[in-house]
């Protein structure tokens, strides 16, 4: 890895002016579901009052929490509501300096997810053949996981752009995208809790012609107009896309999956000094 490489991994950072949470929805008013969310609930009830999880209930979500394909989704709508719950609960990750870098692109019209699914799918079909790996099974599974999924989101942080002289501003990189990732996080648990169906998935990301260790297509760029949140001192990164959907367990057919991890006892990844 170059020395620049190095120095746009660990010292880079955002200013809090465009890093503040700004969040395009590419979707159509819903009023078709009249269900509450968390999000409503906790605006109704008493300021003073607080009430959670306990620690055994708090466990159990981390633990249920999976990633569960597009190809396990009913097809159907997920009301925005549960959506909104989902972005209340990014809101609420950790940020160094508060200068919530996350910014999340949704797609949830059919016109949105269509054109989601004709870029990423067109992309692949572009990337692969110049590379002679070209699968129409795997650019079928992309358009069909678009068109099955309830709300594609681009997840994006507004990370530093280095000045000439080599100087930033602000927070690291490595910080702001840890603290997208850490949204998504989040997300991912309201989802569970919803029992909704997520995935983060990292496809069309990389720049394989870039020295950085993760640099956006320009097509991928022009898709999400990207530029348009950027100044002169940061720019908008995509990390990838979260699919979400609606789970439904279907006796003997499809069940939500067990958890595979590596036990306490193992002592593998655990270094107790």
């Not at 269900?35 to 300021?47: A, F, M, Q």
């Not at 990014?90 to 004709?118: C, D, G, M, N, V």
């Not at 990189?173 to 990292?202: D, F, K, P, R």
Request: with cysteine; proline share 4%.
């Amino acid at each position: 890895m170059t020395q620049s490489s190095q120095l746009s991994l660990t010292a880079v950072a955002c200013t809090i002016v465009a890093t503040s949470i700004i969040i395009s929805f590419r979707f159509k008013q819903d009023s078709s579901s009249n269900k509450k969310n968390v999000l409503d609930e906790t605006k109704n009830s008493k300021k003073d009052s607080f009430d959670i999880s306990s620690p055994e209930e708090t466990l159990q979500l981390l633990q249920k929490r999976r990633s569960i394909f597009p190809k396990q989704y009913t097809g159907r709508k997920v009301p925005r509501t549960l959506i909104m719950d989902m972005l209340e609960a990014a809101r609420w990750a950790p940020t160094h300096k508060l200068t919530q870098p996350w910014k999340f692109i949704l797609h949830e019209s059919e016109e949105a997810k269509e054109l989601y699914a004709q870029f990423i799918s067109n992309h692949y079909k572009a990337t692969s053949m110049a590379k002679n790996v070209f699968k129409e099974k795997k650019y079928e599974k992309k358009l069909h996981s678009a068109r099955t999924s309830s709300c594609v989101i681009a997840i994006c942080a507004m990370v530093p752009k280095f000045q000439e002289d080599g100087s930033f501003k602000g927070n690291p990189e490595v910080e702001e995208i840890c603290s997208v990732a850490m949204a998504v996080q989040n997300m991912h648990l309201m989802a569970t809790a919803h029992n909704l169906g997520c995935y983060w998935s990292s496809s069309g990301i990389y720049d394989s012609k870039s020295e950085r260790y993760l640099t956006n297509p320009q097509a991928l760029r022009d898709f999400l107009k990207l530029e348009e949140y950027e100044n002169s001192d940061s720019m908008c990164l995509c990390l990838g896309w979260l699919y979400v959907g609606e789970f439904e367990e279907t006796k003997g057919l499809k069940k939500w999956p067990k958890g595979q991890r590596v036990p306490l006892e193992d002592g593998k990844k655990f270094i107790w000094r």
